[in-house]
């Protein structure tokens, strides 16, 4: 436990998960699927940051949408084959780390080596009867899923490899299901992962992918909370940014997010700048994501309550009482589930910035609003952005 963060016991706030959150999905584990809901932490070196993390939080019994993770056992099934090792290590070995461009062009043809390795038999057998699992568990035909990225060196306290991989949104049917985790494995392989790893020394056969499939949350607002102030690390606050919609808007720069201070021992809103949101990213009938104009006065409107607000901040606080420090929390408000059931958390990772400093809590002083959301929070959108 973090021995400056005011201890509040939030336990009996916890918003009532619904009851396909609540209950274990009856489908059966395998070396190539692990469940989120009966995670252990033996599973934590096949599943990467991201997948462990969410296994941890429903151990905590924390909101989270229902899934599993295609194991790092099945990942390392495509390296099987020699040529495919060789033609990839070749490619790695003729990267200049100064050439841009060139690096992106590599990064393209590894992702199409890998994309064109067939996924063996046994493993797509086994995501196909986990995701029909997911489907009855959930009570909908083709159930639309995101397909996440979860690499095995993710969120380490000394380095933070969120967003260097890819996340695929909207994804519905087995096959397709299997295809796109196929592209979350090429993604180890971005440019941009590949210049993060040569820059942190880590080797890239060091690290292998796990894939998150989990129920597709449709956002009416999204965003990101610090269980501290990120302007200054006081830890009696939660800091919030909030925007309509799914959270590309703020990541491709398109709209500034709402920006709160949480008291977390009040549990009071005392600071609040509303931005003007101009546009948001939504989900159609259809199963696309399309970019829509905001309009009148919902430009200037808060994307969420004060009730929101303090619900994201127990949630969040409920995951840094859990994992014994600052955290870096993803959630959403999911428009299908009822009012005051509908905070849901997509992801936890510790803070990687103050947690790192000496504690000083500050009472006061002046709130510099953050100038950017974490770029996992939803991002890409439903098509491949490396290649």
Sequence with gaps: MCESCPIVDWEHELPTVRSFTARKVDATMTDHIVWFDRYDHSHKPFVGGKNASLGEMMMAELPVPPGFAVTTVAYDQIWVDAATVTAVNDLL???????????????????????????????????????????????????????RSSATAEDLPDASFAGQQDTYLWIQGADSVIDHVRQCWSSIFTDRAIAYRHSMGYLHQAIAMSVGVQKMVDPVAS?????????????????????????????????????????????????????????????????????????????????????????????????????????????????????GENVVMLQSRPETVWSQKPTTSISSGGYDPMKSIVSTLVSPLHKKQDN
């Excluded at 501290?228 to 491709?252: C, F, H, K, T, Y």
């Excluded at 609040?272 to 200037?300: N, P």
């Design 93 to 147: 070995r003729s990267i200049d780390h100064d050439d841009f461009a060139a690096n992106r062009r590599i990064s393209g043809e590894i992702r199409s080596i890998i994309e064109a390795v067939p996924v063996p038999d046994e493993v797509a057998a086994d995501i196909a009867v986990a995701y029909q699992a997911l489907c009855d568990h959930c009570g909908v035909a083709d159930l639309p899923v995101a397909v």
């Design 223 to 339: 965003g990101v909370a610090f269980t501290l102030n990120p302007s200054n690390g006081d830890r009696s606050q939660v800091a919030i940014d909030a925007s309509w919609g799914l959270g590309e808007a703020v990541v491709s720069g398109e709209v500034t997010p709402d920006n709160f201070l949480v008291d977390k021992v009040l549990r009071e809103v005392i600071k609040r700048e509303i931005s003007d949101k101009g546009v948001e990213y939504k989900l159609t009938d259809g199963g696309t994501v399309e970019k829509l104009e905001i309009t009148g006065d919902r430009r200037t409107s808060p994307s969420v309550t004060d009730d929101d607000l303090v619900a994201v901040a127990i949630l969040a606080r409920r995951a840094e009482k859990h994992y014994g420090c600052p955290q870096d929390v993803e959630w959403a408000i999911d428009r299908h589930l009822p009012t």
